[in-house]
Antibody, heavy 116, light 107 residues
Framework: EVQLLESGGGLVQPGGSLRLSCVAS????????MSWVRQAPGKGLEWVSA????????YYADSVKGRFTISRDNSKNTLYLQMNSLRAEDTALYYC?????????WGQGATVTVSS | DIQMTQSPSTLSASVGDRVTITCRAS??????LAWYQQKPGKAPKLLIY???SLESGVPARFSGSGSGTEFTLTISSLQPDDFATYYC?????????FGQGTKVEIK
């Protein structure tokens, strides 16, 4: 069964850092690009970042550029999102998704709350 | 960045109705348009990719059409399980962008 499982969410103060992880199973992880998408409470979906398989190029939404870093460890079938200088507006449920002709597989999400 | 605009924001319909949701892109995205269904407390589910390709396992009552800047998602006969929020998303170029969502409610 194809599965994605996020972890690493939690409560953090403004200006703090968190690292999210997303463990993949059921498919050849190294062959696929991956994305992070977030959803603030009661709001719509916002694409955050992606890492392609072509040169492992990274992409970021303007709202997180310079603060978030996406990376992957193919030996561990794991995608990461390092989030620094967190702001209240980063509070959201963060999903990882398999990126191939649309976002076809999603995890259950990891909750990030930025509050003092 | 490419902006995606969905309409309507909310749609009230009855079981058996034919439902159409529209998505407009601020510039041409060819056919790189996906549609998702999201139910409360659940992750989004891919329904349609490349504007008109039905994701495996998705019922045939869902269909997509369009190219360039104008796209539609059609549900041919609304079922009780279809009451949800629907999002379009361009997957032509990073950064990907989503529409604001269309909530399909029971009339």
């Amino acid at each position: 069964e194809v599965q994605l499982l996020e972890s690493g969410g939690g409560l953090v103060q403004p200006g703090g850092s968190l690292r999210l992880s997303c463990v993949a199973s059921g498919f050849t992880f190294s062959n696929y690009g991956m994305s992070w998408v977030r959803q603030a409470p009661g709001k719509g979906l916002e694409w955050v970042s992606a890492l392609s398989t072509v040169g492992y190029t990274t992409y970021y939404a303007d709202s997180v550029k310079g603060r978030f870093t996406i990376s992957r460890d193919n030996s561990k079938n794991t995608l990461y999102l390092q989030m620094n200088s967190l702001r209240a507006e980063d509070t959201a449920l963060y999903y990882c998704a398999k990126d191939w002709e649309g976002l076809g597989v999603w995890g259950q999400g990891a909750t990030v709350t930025v509050s003092s | 960045d490419i902006q995606m605009t969905q309409s309507p924001s909310t749609l009230s319909a009855s079981v058996g109705d034919r439902v159409t949701i529209t998505c407009r892109a601020s510039q041409s995205i060819s056919t790189y348009l996906a549609w998702y269904q999201q139910k409360p407390g659940k992750a989004p589910k891919l329904l349609i990719y490349k504007a008109s390709s039905l994701e495996s396992g998705v019922p045939a009552r869902f269909s997509g059409s369009g190219s360039g800047t104008e796209f539609t998602l059609t549900i041919s006969s609304l079922q009780p399980d279809d009451f949800a929020t629907y999002y379009c998303q361009q997957h032509n170029s990073y950064s990907y962008t989503f529409g604001q969502g269309t909530k399909v409610e029971i009339k």
